[in-house]
């Protein structure tokens, strides 16, 4: 019988969880840094008003798409947990990098449904409402996002460093955008620091991915 570990793939289930939630995003954001954007939690109350009043349906699209998002970033916190504890890790690093992902998930979940409750008719009408969801959302989408999916890079960097199943310069990039996104908690006291959340977001998609690939089955 093949001694192989049986389960989804988890460098497949980390593309798809890229490509919904960058597709999610590219109903929010301008590449020519012109205006329709997504808000910046900078912008006054008037700026908000105006976005969410007059762009709610691609508001709708990207939570839509992030909210799908969530489920292969489930499953590969899932996949690469048992792969690892299959190839004998017996240390706490799985469960750590299981954790991860799964809050992750979660947040990412919160997040898009706040977004979906934004962009509900009538909502973005009331101001005060409207900035409560925003920050909320912001919130759980920001560092909600950056600091658990931290703990899920450590996981599979760690363990897979000290077990010698992965290229060493792909641990260090793990424990370097770990260590990132674990430092951007320190963004909701300090806003300046507030670039740590895409320096987590973006290099983690890229690492997810190669890291799904670089996992050995057995």
Known sequence: MENKHHGPHPGILAIIFMLLFCTGLSFVISLSGTPPYFPGPWETQGVLEAYFQHYPHDVLRCAFFQFASAVPLALFAA??????????????????????????????????????????????????????????????????????????????????????????WLVIAGVVIAAIGESSCLSLVFPKLLPLIPLTRFPGFIWLILAGFKLPRG
């Open 79 to 168: 996949a690469t947990s048992s792969r690892l504890r299959f190839l004998g890790n017996r240390s706490t690093g799985p469960f750590i990098a299981l954790a991860g992902g799964l809050l992750t998930a979660v947040n990412v979940i919160i997040s898009s449904l706040l977004l979906w409750t934004v962009a509900y008719p009538g909502v973005a009408d009331s101001g005060p409402v409207l900035r409560m969801l925003y920050y909320a959302d912001f919130a759980v989408g920001g560092v909600g996002y950056s600091v658990p999916l931290g703990l899920l890079i450590a996981g599979i960097a760690v363990s897979s460093g000290f077990m010698k199943i992965m290229p060493r």
